[in-house]
């Protein structure tokens, strides 16, 4: 299945199923109610006109694992991990699948295209069959890094989680239609020019390793998102380095779930 | 004035103000609900039998910053910083004022005692005198952390988010009856004897400056917490080192603030 959040023509929004081109209404006003509620998915009325926006306004919880694709962590400099490095994001730091990524101008803005587990179950000190099974579902999303905060002192948070940076979407799709671990191509791309590519085969901590992992020191629940780190690419590691600018389009594409399409807009 | 949340002797909680030592209903189940209101303090009746719980169950945000007092900067071997070091916790980090911190056995587990700053109005790209005027008080915390985790990885979210882990409480303070910039005694102990004593006045960054900075990338709102960071004696830097244990009496006092008193419970 291929679920969402989509706006209304009229305004507002609610969760959706996908049946074709064809989006209908679930009862809740957004994915992260529906999944909160853990209702089974039984579709509306149709709704003419829907366009899918952030699928998940309101998680608890979102963390992100850094240093998690072998070649990414190469052109970072660092060693292969026995351990998952995680930081945090708030609900404030995310933002729709075709917004405006608004930020202040001056700063050093990267991408980090990054596949992205929605939570489906309550997970505490789970296995890693018990957090397999308790996946919902799959969606892209985009780590935009302001490098210069995020390097100011040891802790990333600063520089992760700028009101608005980071998108995602477009759609969930649930774990029978997708499977990362037999390897989705994660793509991004500026202004039509390919940054990043790689397979979520050649992840170090998969989806279920990392919820699992994750599950043994604060419960996951219905709607919580984990990012699972990014590949090899990012404008931080280039030489010479390369930042967004004003107007760039930023697209993020994984294999089987969809496209993220994203202009830059620095204000003053 | 002195605001919590009680427990009420049938069950339930509910936001209150103390008025000597008889605390009176707010209305709202509890200060994060209250604070999100906005609505002016207007005791309503007394509560007898009231028991402050967790003042703050449901913040949208919880921010710390790591290396804040010089003496704990030296301790752990580090440089005066010139920006503060953020990182994040979840709402279900926090615990209440009396209760046990509940946590696996074969943790290295470690005490930080720290003064935490309640947010009381929307901040964004607050300047200092906007942040200073847009504190709604002053509370206790513990920063309780686990270091074998901490130290897994730079990051140190996955050492500082245990469920339940950090006391907070137990009443939240107005700016009018407690100013940390004049100096606050913070103090820890470990089954009644001293292990940190030092002054609110030593900060490197004070609670204005932690709330503007962190408000120019990610907005604040009221009820959110910002927890100011801890000062030396934590039990990694002492030598030999020392951890908590099943049973250990952690209790975090702030001057003119009020005492936090937690059992280690140490689970299988």
Redesign the interface.
């Known amino acids: 299945m291929r679920l969402a959040t989509v706006g209304r023509p009229g305004g507002g929004t609610t969760a959706a199923v996908r049946h074709g081109d064809a989006w209908h209404a679930l009862p809740a006003p957004d994915l992260s109610a529906f999944l909160r509620a853990g209702a089974p998915v039984r579709a509306g009325a149709e709704i003419p006109g829907a366009v899918p926006v952030l699928p998940l306004p309101t998680p608890?919880?979102v963390?992100c694992c850094?240093l998690n694709y072998t070649e990414h962590i190469r052109e970072m400099g660092r060693e292969l991990?026995?351990?998952?490095?995680?930081?945090?994001k708030?609900?404030?730091?995310l933002t729709g699948p075709q917004d405006d990524l608004v930020l202040p101008r001056g700063l050093r803005i990267d991408w980090e295209a990054e596949l992205a587990v929605v939570v489906g179950a309550p997970l505490h000190r789970a296995d890693r069959a018990t957090a397999l099974a308790g996946i919902a579902g799959y969606t892209a999303a985009n780590d935009v890094s302001?490098r210069d905060?995020q390097n100011?002192?040891?802790?990333?948070?600063?520089g992760k989680?700028?009101?608005g940076s980071c998108p995602v979407g477009p759609e969930v799709v649930t774990p029978d239609e997708v499977d990362p671990a037999a390897g989705l191509a994660v793509v991004c791309r500026v202004n039509g020019e390919q940054v990043q590519r790689a397979s979520t085969g050649t992840l170090v901590f998969d989806a279920a390793d990392l919820l699992a992992y994750v599950s043994s020191?604060?419960?996951l629940r219905p709607g919580d998102l984990v990012l699972t780190g990014t590949p090899g690419g990012v404008g931080a590691a280039r030489d010479p380095q390369r930042f967004l600018a004003d107007g760039d389009v930023l697209e993020t594409s994984i294999e089987g779930i969809g496209t993220l399409r994203n202009t830059v807009r620095l204000t003053d």
């Open positions: 608890a919880k963390l850094g991990p026995s351990h998952p490095t995680l930081f945090a708030f609900a404030d730091t302001v905060w100011r002192t040891t802790q990333w948070l600063q989680a700028w009101d020191f604060t419960l």
